[in-house]
């Protein structure tokens, strides 16, 4: 198999003068387009600052879904489109969007009860055009999870959603949109978009040396996501939103299934569930108002917020920071309502604007990245209405065309990471394949060890080290450099401070 993401010289991106699409932002949101752009045949580029998916896409929760409470908002169509979508994942990458079942206990007096949730369940399996969703009575919740507090218990609702790597998902879609035709370059900052007659000039710098260059493009994307106020040109929409995960050991917190917690605080649901073979509990949801140049970190009231109610749902855990693995800090991309709502209440919908020759697009899901693209496209001209609209609905037509035979297990959201023979062919293929500039790269978002691992991976440095030193040509100083950028970003971001 040719490499899937190569990256080019700034020099061999004039080699196409001007490109049709140039999509800033390597996002899923970027990523979407490219692939939906490139199956058009127009020559596409995507350009990332920093590494693909080092935004919000390697920060989510991880769930291909509809989500209950869009529904419970009365946002049918956004529903809908997102059921749709994850049926779609389900069947076309099996080993990367898996069936996850959700378990959401009933308590005496407390809202939603069992009918509320039968009613709502029926319409939200009715739109994805399934039937799976069962009530599961008290004892059977219990022998399931002996943790939970049995205190008015009354049992649960069961249904299916979808779990998935966000950070692999947005490579595999970049890859679909090399095998397409379109070209990506990470660690490629846009500095500015100079609109003229017959398009716009782009200036770029490369972030790690520095380069400058400059080149040409018909359309450009600003797919930016939190950035997106940036370069969009007009005044600014986005409202930064953070939102934290605790990652624990699974021996301490083992689940099997996708639990939703009430919290006692404030009743938001927070779900708890395994990932990679550990165990996640998210999310916060606050007004970020950090620098977004940083890595994003929680605070230490987020960690007290998912603390207290993981112990207040299931007390005889009594989890505390020490059983905490990692934290990971990301921040959405949300469409201000200009309304000052409580950050929970503000819609996750998407919006694509134009302005000065750029079409923004920013908010809305990591699930709905082929739907958010064709908006986009539509509104730059690349497909009318009626395709537009065609696109939207078919169920039949797929959006993963090609087979990517990536090694057993590195795209799989349930299992651990691997060891030995298996991580050096992973590691080798990824090394080959998925653009790895930094160390971060590998460690954080290709193989998610620094999330994963109480040591962050450092025991599996030493293997790591010969094969970056045979694939990538590291040398010693390169290695000692990489390790303490590394290490800097973990203890910034990733573990409690
Ligand atoms: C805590 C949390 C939980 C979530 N859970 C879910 C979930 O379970 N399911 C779901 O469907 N969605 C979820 N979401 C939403 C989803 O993650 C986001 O909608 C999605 O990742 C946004 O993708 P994006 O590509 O628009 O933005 P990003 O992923 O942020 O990508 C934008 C990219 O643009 C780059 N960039 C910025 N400026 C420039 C420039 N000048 N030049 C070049 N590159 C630039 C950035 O570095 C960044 O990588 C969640 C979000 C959060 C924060």
New binding site residues.
Partial sequence: MADLLQRPSLAELSAVEPWDAVI?????????IALEAARRKLKVLV???????????????????G?LRYIAQGDVKLTRH?LQERERMLVELPDLVVRMPYIFPIRQGKFPGRWAMTAVLKLYDALAGIRDHRWMNRDAVLKAYPALKADGLQGAMRYTDALTD?SRL?IRVLQEATLEGAVARNY????SVQPHASGSTLRLRDADTGEAHEIRARRVFN??????D??SGTPPVVRP?????LFVATERLPVQDCLTIMHPDDGRPVFVFPWKDQTCI????LDHRDDFNTEPHCSSAEIDYLLKVANSEMPQLQLSRRDILSTM?????IIASGKGRDPSKER?D?LVWQSGGVIS?????????RQ?ALDALKAAGVIDAASHKRAHQDRQRRCFTHQVAAPHGLNNPLGGMARGAALTEQVAWILRHEMVQHLDDLMLRRLRAGVLLADAGASQLPLIKTLCESHLGWDEARWQAECQRYQHVINSSYRLG
């Fill in positions: 800033i932002g390597g996002g899923i949101t970027g990523a979407g350009l990332e600052q920093r590494d693909f998916s080092w935004g919000t896409s390697s920060r989510s929760s991880k769930m291909v879904h989500g997102a966000d947005v490629t900052e846009v500095l797919a930016t996501g939190l950035w997106a940036r370069l939103q953070r939102g934290t995960h998210g999310t916060t949801d800090a990301g921040v959405r991309p996750r998407h697009v920013s908010g809305g899901k990591l699930t709905t990245f958010i």
